[in-house]
């Protein structure tokens, strides 16, 4: 048995499907590349039967990913499939990840279909992905829950009808770590051809043992890929996360002997994109990637990492790329430095416009902020490009007066459909101030269920604020995020954000519901 590891990434499907994740085709662009550069295996970029936004962003990463496989996920029925081999079509290497529902409760009461009748469509559902690709994943959702000897009949028959991987989600987080390697052990036993197939474990997190039950899947079931997210973003508690499971892989190599094709090193920067993107803050505490990961507040463990960094240290903050957060520009960088700073951070401006508006917001921001990390860069021009353009809200300017025994006021300009608005209010505070003045010309009803704010870099005062509003509207569930070095005109940015995300009609499917 092969001791490599495959690493397939669902942040841009299964990260994708938490209540307010959704991302533009630019924004999935760029996770895209970051996901190359991290050198992931297999990169899910969506469900093309979901929407046509899905279909194009899946399109458009098929077409700029040439390291990396690009998947689709698609249900067992013909025109998902077709849908994803077309939107798949430009890939250089290319799978279709297509599944059913396997467990008892799920092919009774969702899909009311008798086992039998699951297998056939499974089998059907190979066989017709086979036209697009010679490489066809099968999923037996909520497969942990299933039993045993009928998971074993249908996973024999979609090997034999050619599919090449086969994978057991933990759909419902249920899973113990030794019961889930065990099943999976077992499972490969009881499928005759278990051989041809690579196998595969996919678990949630609803018990916070997702990273437990995948590595369980590995080292006692004999998987040999993991899916996971970055930073375990995903519905509910969320997926079995990249940076957590890789990281065991690596650094406790002595017990697992199993290898990973990752560039750890493109691990932070990678956790920082998605936040930054999806607004799903990093908890400081989150192994790998949270703030305090490798902060030793302690005396006694100070010294001791001071004296030999491995009294207390199991791996360096270099290794996963704290390094990467260097000052790349500053206030006397030219316009050729910071294109080049772009190209390399795999942010495409489509026109030379754009280039020059971003520009000039990034020497604004040289004037406020000495040094210019990449995270800031990523936050300058998050919401550009041409999918913000078509965008109904933007951001032009803001005033507002606070002073303590006065009520806070604010002046908020704003560009509707072209047309520039000028609205003010009083608040509880500045920001409640601003909501209000963007409120009082909407009138979007929407609800506010979260507001956070961040650093973009940590330890200085001069760090821009991220702002992430969470709205909810009509049991649409959308978070707008926003960045400045001032976090009232953030707030702004990342209301403004928020209404545009449900302005849009890009309603979605999602494809377990
Ligand atoms: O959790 C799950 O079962 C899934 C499948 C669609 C692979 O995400
Ligand atoms: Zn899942």
């Known amino acids: 048995m092969s001791d490599r590891v495959i690493i397939f990434d669902t942040t841009l499907r299964d990260g994708e499907q938490s209540p307010g994740a959704s991302m533009t085709r630019e924004e999935k662009i760029r996770i895209a590349k970051q996901l190359e550069k991290l050198k992931v295996d297999v990169i899910e970029a969506g469900f093309a039967a979901a929407s046509n936004g899905d279909f194009e962003a899946i399109k458009s990463i098929a077409s700029v990913i040439k390291d990396s496989t690009v998947c689709s996920l698609a249900r067992a029925n013909d025109k998902d499939i077709s849908r994803a081999g077309v939107a798949l079509a430009p890939a250089e290497r290319r799978r279709i990840h297509t599944f059913i529902a396997t467990s008892p409760l799920h092919m009774e009461v969702k899909l009311r279909m008798t086992p039998d009748q699951v297998l056939e469509q499974a089998v059907k559902a190979v066989k017709f992905a086979l036209q697009y690709t010679d490489d066809v994943e099968f999923s037996a959702e909520d497969g942990y829950r299933s039993e045993l000897p009928f998971l074993a009949r249908v996973c024999e028959a979609v090997i034999k009808a050619g599919a090449r991987t086969i994978n057991i989600p933990d759909t419902v987080g249920y899973a113990v770590p030794s019961l889930y390697g065990d099943y999976i052990r077992q499972l490969r036993e009881m499928t005759p051809n278990s051989d041809k197939a690579v196998w595969s474990v996919h678990c949630h997190n609803d018990l916070g043992m997702a990273v437990a039950n995948s590595l369980a899947g590995v080292s006692i079931g004999g998987a040999r890929q993991i899916e996971c997210t970055i930073n375990g973003l995903g519905e509910r508690a969320g997926n079995c996360s990249l940076e957590e499971v890789v990281m065991a892989i690596k650094t406790r190599r002595d017990f697992f002997d199993l290898d990973v094709g990752i560039d750890t090193q493109q691990i932070v920067p990678a956790s920082r994109l998605v936040s930054n993107i999806s607004g799903f803050v990093v908890q400081p505490n989150k192994a790998i990637v949270g703030a305090n990961a490798f902060a030793h507040a302690s005396g006694i463990h100070q010294d001791g990492v001071l004296k030999a960094r491995q009294t207390y240290e199991i791996m360096t903050a270099e290794d996963v790329g704290w390094a ?36 000039q917001r990034f020497k604004d921001l040289a004037d406020r902020k000495s040094e210019i990390f990449d995270e800031d860069i990523h936050a300058l021009v998050s919401g550009e490009g041409a999918d913000a353009a078509k965008e109904q809200f933007h951001f032009v300017s803001l005033s507002q007066r606070s002073e303590t025994g006065e009520k806070p006021s604010a002046k908020v300009v704003f560009a509707s459909n072209g047309s520039e608005i000028t609205s003010e209010s009083e608040g509880n505070g500045p920001v409640d101030a601003t909501v209000k003045a963007i409120e009082a010309k909407v009138s979007s009803g929407a609800e506010l269920l979260l507001f956070s704010v961040n650093g973009i870099t940590s330890g200085t005062t001069e760090s821009q604020g991220e702002v992430t509003m969470r709205l909810q509207k009509g049991g649409r569930i959308v978070n707008g995020v926003g960045a400045d070095p001032d976090i009232v005109v953030a707030s702004a940015k990342a209301y403004l954000s928020a209404l545009n995300k449900l302005a849009s009609k890009n309603e979605k499917l999602n494809p377990q519901v």
């Open 324 to 359: 990467a957060n260097k000052i790349v520009l500053g206030k006397l960088s030219g316009r050729n430095a910071f294109k080049q700073r772009l190209e390399a951070l795999g942010i495409e401006l489509e026109t030379e416009q754009a280039i020059n508006d971003a520009f």
